[in-house]
Structures are given as structure tokens and as C-alpha cells.
């Protein structure tokens, strides 16, 4: 098979130019020097939905550009990811969940693999199974459902032996949608994920949890902004 990275389709990249500007805090743009730009300008000083406007503080408004840039992206992504769903040509890896899309979420080839930890969908016992599993093992499949996402079924999987490391190292959670047989369909899925962390992230600080596509993908991503 060959393996060299390449834009599906031979596809230019879906790239986009905005400004994202505070402009309540800024003078009129007839006085800005924007030159000849024709980018969309993006407000980053928007009230919010209590009706509040945010602080000046230079770094607030700078989280606020950081999160308008991520939503935007997501959004590309979910567009992407919903066309190739639509096809069912093969398995999507997508680097994070799958549950902002229903498209997606619905989805039997889309797989997501999420990195970050920052909300844990176990506690009590069935914690400290996880925290405890070794490499290559995999918790049981349980239901992920938000209240404002699409419900997805989920399990946490161990990369790489935790031995002298913490906890959560190697650890990501998986999502699939929802199915007849999840335990073999996470069995099966578990094996595809595990063999895209060979060969290592390597030099990624992340490699522990992260996939070598991925990581090739970031590459090429900084390359061309």
C-alpha cells in the first residue's frame, strides 16, 4: 500500500483568510491601515450571550481571536468530514471526537481518537480500571452523550506502558458510533488505532498519545500557513 501523504483527491488544501479584529476597542476601519485586503474581518469584541462585551485586556481578546479561529476550523473540518462519511469509502481517523457532527457522529467509518483529558467519563472504580490498564488494553465501551453534541459509543485505550510515567500516559479515549456489537467493534477498531502509533510521533512532545498521520499532517499544516 502506499503510505506517502498526499490531499484527498490531490485537492489544493481548504484554506482560508480572515482578520479577526476587536472593533470595539479599535478606531473606524476607514482609519485602519488595512491596505487593499478583501479578507473577511471577524469581531472579536462581540457581546456575548448575556448581552456583555469583553474586557480590553490585550489577552482576552486575544483567548477570544484564539477560540473565533478554532470554531472556524472545526467548522471546516465537520464540512470535510461530513463529504467523506457521505461516500463511506474507507475508515476516517479524525484527530479528536466525532460527535459535533449528527453527520459524522452517525457515521460508521468515522473514528475518533481523542488526546486531551481535560473531562474523565469514568470515576469510582471503573477510574481506576482505566488509570490501571496496561498497553494494549482497552476499557469497556460506554456511552458518551453531551447535552448539546450527538450521543457516540467510547472507550479508553492504552498506547504505550505507563510504567514511570503518569497516569493518563499513552492513554486516549475512542468514539464510534453507536452499533449492534461494540465490544467486537472496538476490538476491531482498537487494533487499526494502536497500529497508526507505529512508527513513533517522534519529535512531537505528544507522541505518546499520538498517531504518526497525525502528526504528519500538522507538519504539512504549518507548512503552508
Known amino acids: 500500500m502506499n503510505r506517502r501523504l498526499a490531499t ?5 488544501p481548504k484554506v482560508e483568510f480572515k482578520l479577526y479584529l476587536p472593533l470595539r476597542y ?5 482609519d485602519l491601515p488595512l491596505g487593499e485586503t478583501r479578507w473577511p474581518i471577524v469581531d472579536t469584541s462581540r457581546a456575548d450571550a448575556n ?4 474586557s480590553a485586556h490585550p489577552q ?3 483567548d477570544r481571536a484564539i477560540r473565533a ?4 476550523r472545526e467548522l471546516l473540518e465537520d464540512q470535510i468530514a461530513e463529504v467523506w462519511c457521505s461516500r463511506n469509502e ?3 481517523f479524525v484527530d479528536g471526537g466525532i460527535n459535533r457532527s449528527a453527520v459524522v457522529a452517525s457515521s460508521g467509518c468515522a473514528i475518533g481518537v481523542i488526546k486531551s483529558h481535560r473531562t474523565l467519563y469514568v470515576e469510582d472504580d471503573a477510574l481506576k480500571t482505566v488509570l490501571n490498564l496496561g498497553v494494549n488494553e482497552r476499557s469497556s465501551v460506554f456511552r458518551v452523550s453531551p447535552r448539546l453534541r450527538n450521543s457516540v459509543m467510547s472507550w479508553y485505550l492504552r498506547q504505550r ?3 514511570g510515567h503518569d497516569p493518563l500516559w499513552g492513554l486516549v479515549r ?6 449492534d456489537n461494540p465490544a467486537e467493534r472496538a476490538d476491531e477498531i482498537s487494533r487499526w488505532v494502536l497500529a497508526e502509533t507505529r512508527p513513533l510521533a517522534l519529535p512531537d512532545g505528544r507522541w505518546d498519545k499520538m498517531s504518526y498521520g497525525v502528526r504528519d499532517c500538522e507538519e504539512f499544516l504549518r507548512a503552508i500557513s
Not at 479599535?26 to 476607514?30: D, G, K, N, T
Open 51 to 54: 448581552g456583555d462585551y469583553p
Open 69 to 72: 479561529i478554532d470554531q472556524q
Open 26 to 30: 479599535l478606531p473606524p476601519l476607514a
Open 161 to 163: 506502558d505507563p510504567q
Open 90 to 92: 474507507a475508515p476516517l
Open 60 to 62: 482576552v481578546l486575544l
Open 8 to 12: 484527498w483527491g490531490h485537492q489544493p
Open 174 to 179: 475512542v468514539e464510534m458510533t453507536e452499533c
